[in-house]
């Protein structure tokens, strides 16, 4: 059993479903104090809501939540550097993970899988890690290295320049280490977990991008890489 953290991890979760709701809630409350429930919503602009209120470090996402778009929500919960988004979803539409990880979600989960998997996917996107399958982060890294894409990443250059000196050293160590946690990432670097999570928001905002995944390829296409400066 891991050691619990200081504080538990505080859990929003969406579904249109109140049923799986509070099914979901039962089983991440169990978990107490290693995680918790601090929200449920049942509707997009219930999602948005909250996630302002709560601030969750996790939101569980369904995709389908009564015929909208649950992938129109991801950047808007994940864009207040804080929130990590965790989908979990009955489709097996390959097509629709990739788009679920391309617009900033930082895993995915089936319904169908046992639920000691989303309790782990959950303590593991926690911790700044992608929660993936082999053949999905392989296409996920197809499509990232697709001409368009390429292009884009050379028009966006210049961005590079607004990094300061500390947040270059940041992206070169997650090209590096790229399956680091965040714990691990801050002692490579010499700071405190919370400093890399105000560096990496910041980056992810100078750069456009939504997640680690992305970053990554945004420095391999641009050619910031090798050892850090510190």
């Known amino acids: 059993m891991p050691a619990s953290p200081a504080r538990p991890i505080r859990v929003m979760l969406v579904d249109d479903h109140r049923t799986v709701l509070w099914g979901l809630a039962k089983l991440i409350d169990g978990e107490m104090p290693r995680m918790q429930v601090v929200g449920k919503a049942t509707?997009?602009?219930?999602?948005?809501?909250?996630?302002?209120?709560?601030?969750?470090?996790?939101?569980?996402?369904?995709?389908?939540?009564?015929?909208?778009?649950?992938?129109?929500?991801i950047p808007r919960l994940a864009k207040n550097g804080?929130?990590?988004?965790?989908?979990?979803?009955?489709?097996?539409?390959?097509?629709?993970?990739e788009t679920s990880i391309l617009r900033g979600a930082c895993g995915l989960v089936l319904k169908q899988e046992p639920a000691e998997t989303l309790?782990?996917?959950?303590?593991?996107?926690?911790?700044?890690?992608?929660?993936?399958d082999r053949a999905t982060t392989g296409r996920v890294f197809i499509e990232l290295s697709r001409p368009k894409r390429a292009a884009a990443a050379e028009r966006g250059k210049p961005k590079l320049e607004s990094l300061t000196p500390r947040e270059r050293d940041?992206?070169?160590?997650?090209?590096?280490?790229?399956?680091?946690?965040?714990?691990?990432?801050a002692?490579?670097?010499?700071m405190?977990?919370?400093?890399?999570?105000?560096?990496?928001?910041?980056?992810?905002?100078?750069?456009?991008?939504?997640n680690r995944l992305e970053l990554y390829v945004y420095a391999q296409r641009s050619g910031l890489t090798g050892t850090p400066l510190s």
């Open 82 to 97: 804080c929130t990590r988004v965790l989908v979990l979803t009955g489709t097996r539409d390959t097509k629709l993970h």
């Open 187 to 190: 002692e490579q670097l010499q």
């Open 170 to 185: 940041v992206v070169r160590q997650v090209v590096l280490d790229p399956g680091a946690d965040n714990n691990r990432l």
């Open 43 to 73: 509707s997009g602009a219930a999602a948005i809501e909250l996630a302002a209120e709560t601030q969750p470090d996790v939101a569980v996402l369904d995709l389908d939540l009564s015929g909208e778009n649950g992938t129109d929500l």
């Open 119 to 132: 309790l782990k996917a959950i303590e593991k996107v926690h911790q700044g890690q992608l929660w993936l």
């Open 192 to 210: 405190g977990e919370h400093t890399l999570r105000n560096h990496l928001s910041r980056i992810y905002d100078k750069l456009g991008v939504p």
